[in-house]
């Protein structure tokens, strides 16, 4: 039998759906999403856009599964999933304590929403650095003790297919048996050469005639010369003295050695964050234009189809909204990879029922 005809009825609703990059991989993997919830008002655009799935704009804490379950239809399978906001987590977060964060409980949230209405399967996706933690391993166990299985663990991105250096902790849990992790896709990492070296060059501050998210931020004069002194690779330790900043000039500052700092070509991007437009912020250079990344640049490296559109005709692209949204995104290909799994997992049920 044709596999499209025998695809399991499941249907998702993800949790903190964003601007939808685990929505658009799981679409792309054949699983139906109906719906995506998230704070930000200002994801709506592009998550219906290129979804074509219902945007609720919410706070997870003032909603409970039976607003959720009017999206799951006449689902025979109901998925939740969900990455909540991981920077109390983040290695790059500043707080001495994720507690200290008032969003280090949204993940309590999102497990009070599971409990009530026990979804067959659910997924989680966040930052490395969660695993082990008290409130992840407590996530863990009240899912173990009403009878979903739970497998879990820290996977690099660049096997499945996106072009850099970023790892991912993801968690699938089932209440039909034991659920695999998702498989490599590729062991031929793409590098940033492979992805975007066919766009246009761009000046700094400049922006594309043809794509209006193909823009990246102006560079103050010093900046200009310390990129063009700038080695793919490399750091400003490649810099003459006279350009260092005066906290790179004492022993202290030796310790921020990953940032000013341009790609390498046939390498994979480094992790991105949030501030990846910034030249300042990371080793985000272009391999060899004297400038930090574009958007469209971030969104690719982060597996987005060319085409995904982040805002509305005519809006101009705001750099700490784009920018924040694309960083904070789940790159999908690695959704598709969750997804498949999931698909994966619920016809060998179907087919030992």
């Known amino acids: 039998m044709d596999k499209l005809h025998n695809r399991p009825n499941a249907q998702v609703f993800d949790m903190f759906c964003s601007i939808g990059g685990l929505t658009y991989g799981l679409q792309r993997a054949g699983i139906s999403v109906n719906a995506g919830l998230d704070i930000d008002g200002s994801c709506r655009f592009a998550y219906e856009k290129n979804c074509e799935a219902t945007f609720i704009e919410a706070d997870i804490r003032e909603i409970s599964f039976a607003d959720v379950a009017t999206y799951f239809s006449d689902a025979e399978y109901r998925v939740l999933v969900g990455c909540a906001p991981c920077q109390p987590f983040s290695s790059h977060t500043k707080l001495r304590s994720y507690q200290a964060d008032a969003r280090w409980n949204l993940i309590d949230e999102f497990l009070r929403v599971i409990l009530e209405g026990r979804p067959e399967i659910v997924s989680m996706e966040n930052v490395p650095q969660l695993m082990g933690k008290s409130i992840y391993d407590k996530f863990k166990r009240e899912l173990t003790d009403v009878g979903y299985k739970v497998s879990d663990g820290v996977l690099s991105c660049a096997q499945f297919g996106v072009p850099q250096s ?10 039909l048996g034991q659920i695999d992790m998702p498989n490599p896709t590729t062991h031929s990492h793409p590098t940033v050469r492979q992805v975007i070296g066919h766009l246009e060059p761009l000046e700094p501050g400049q922006s594309s005639a043809t794509d209006p998210l193909h823009v990246c931020s102006r560079l103050a004069p010093i900046n200009l010369k310390r990129i063009r002194a ?6 400003w330790r490649d810099w003459p003295a006279e350009l260092l900043p005066n906290c790179y000039k004492k022993a202290s500052g030796s310790t921020y050695g ?11 991007a480094p992790t991105l964050t949030t501030q990846f437009y910034r030249y300042g912020t990371g080793r985000y250079g272009h391999p060899e234009q004297d400038r930090a990344l574009s958007f469209r640049e971030g969104a690719i490296l982060q597996t987005f189809p060319e085409e995904y559109q982040f805002i509305a005709p005519g ?11 694309i960083g904070n995104a789940v790159p999908p290909s690695l959704g598709v990879a969750i997804g498949k799994t999931i698909i994966d997992h619920l016809r060998k049920r179907k087919k030992n029922a």
């Open 315 to 325: 809006e101009k692209a705001s750099f700490s909204k784009i920018g924040r949204q």
């Open 166 to 175: 970023r790892s991912r902790l993801v968690m699938l849990a089932s209440l």
């Open 230 to 235: 700038s080695k793919p690779g490399g750091s």
């Open 258 to 268: 990953s940032v000013y700092g341009r790609m390498q070509w046939d390498k994979p």
